[in-house]
């Protein structure tokens, strides 16, 4: 995806909003926006999600795209289930697989229940999650989201966090606005701020030092691979799941790693804590080589 040069005003007179934007997201970025209120976020994002064309500049964007506006119009003549369905269509795909995504994301949201329920009759937050699940339904190579957690509880909002994530692992761009300075913290690969109508780079933040946490399962025969990226600290949980903690300058590679191939990996979770691991290990990118044996003790043997 490109921008270059993108300008855009409403009307012929009205102020520039953006002025001389450039930016580019490469396949596996995952790019946050911020600026303060009313400084064009949400306008460079719609532009970005194709939504709204630039009044000068040119806007280059991979074909498939998804998008969770700012405010998602719940007054659709659909219900959850419906709605989802008809997108997995209108996305190309057939009956059968627009089905079997919708309940996927219905059930990842803890939502089947209210699919019947017509649109405009649901809670705000619900309605969220089905505007969340209409983005991740079909697998984009560019997911744009304004906000997109703003109104979802914790577990939705770890969901989002842990789809996004992935998008990028397997390959996608991912462009987002969130007020939580620490959203995906540490899987941000660039972080831009909007000013008086142009965009600045800035350090991803805090999240450069955080701690991310993930969860993962795995279903298929194979375990973990011995080295992984960061060389994280790995703990055994109930249920053969397996903890690993890494820096999250690391984090992103340890995502593509896990994600890599089809080694049936499931990430169940992923969270990020700011500030160092306790013991400092999570810093360490020696490769699992390097690793002492009180790094893996509380795994079992056939979790690692
Ligand atoms: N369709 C429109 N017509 C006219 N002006 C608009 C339109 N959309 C946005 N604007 C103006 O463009 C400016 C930037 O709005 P935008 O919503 O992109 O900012 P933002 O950074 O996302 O703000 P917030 O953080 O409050 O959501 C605002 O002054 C807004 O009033």
Same mark, same amino acid.
């Given at each position: 995806? $490109?921008?270059? +040069? ?17 930016? #580019? ?40 795209? /998804?998008?969770?506006? *700012? ?6 003549? =659909? ?11 209108? $996305?190309?795909? @057939? !009956? ?12 990842? =949201? ?5 699919? +019947? %329920?017509?649109?405009? *009759? ?10 969340? #699940?209409?983005?991740?339904? /079909? ?7 304004? *906000? !997109? ?15 996004? #994530? ?9 462009? =987002? ?8 913290? &540490?899987?941000?690969? !660039? #972080?831009? *701020?909007? @000013?008086?109508? /142009?965009? $600045?780079?800035?350090? %991803? &933040?805090?999240? &450069?030092?955080? %701690? ?22 790995? %703990? +055994? ?19 593509? /790693?896990?994600?890599?191939?089809? $080694? ?14 306790? @013991? ?25």
């Amino acid at each position: 995806m $490109r921008l270059d +040069g993108v300008g855009r005003r409403y009307g012929r007179r009205g102020p520039w909003i953006l002025r001389g934007v450039a930016l #580019a997201v490469e396949a596996g970025a995952l790019v946050r926006i911020g600026g303060p209120n009313g400084s064009g976020k949400s306008t460079l994002l719609r532009i970005a999600a194709g939504v709204e064309r630039p009044t000068e500049g040119t806007a280059e964007l991979p074909a498939r795209r /998804a998008y969770v506006p *700012e405010r998602f119009p719940p007054a659709l003549p =659909f219900d959850a289930r419906g709605y989802l369905r008809h997108l997995g269509r209108v $996305r190309g795909m @057939d !009956a059968a697989e627009a089905d079997r995504r919708a309940e996927h994301w219905l059930d990842a =949201f803890g939502i089947a229940d209210r699919a +019947g %329920t017509p649109l405009a *009759e649901l809670s705000k937050g619900t309605c969220q999650k089905v505007a969340v #699940a209409q983005a991740l339904l /079909a697998d984009a190579d560019l997911l744009v989201l304004d *906000e !997109a957690w703003t109104g979802l509880d914790p577990a939705a909002r770890a969901r989002l966090d842990e789809a996004a #994530a992935d998008r990028a692992a397997r390959g996608g761009r991912v462009l =987002f606005v969130d007020h939580d300075p620490a959203r995906l913290a &540490g899987l941000t690969t !660039a #972080a831009y *701020e909007l @000013d008086d109508g /142009a965009l $600045r780079p800035v350090g %991803t &933040g805090p999240a &450069g030092g955080a %701690t991310v946490l993930v969860e993962v399962e795995t279903a298929g025969p194979g375990p973990l691979p011995q080295r992984l990226p960061g060389a994280p600290r790995r %703990t +055994g949980l109930p249920g053969g799941a397996v903890r690993l903690e890494v820096a999250g300058a690391h984090s992103d590679a340890l995502l593509r /790693a896990l994600l890599a191939g089809d $080694r049936g990996v499931h990430v169940r979770s992923l969270v990020a804590v700011p500030g160092p691991a306790a @013991d400092g290990h999570a810093h360490d990118a020696r490769g699992d080589a390097g690793q002492d044996a009180q790094d893996v003790q509380a795994v079992p043997e056939e979790a690692r």
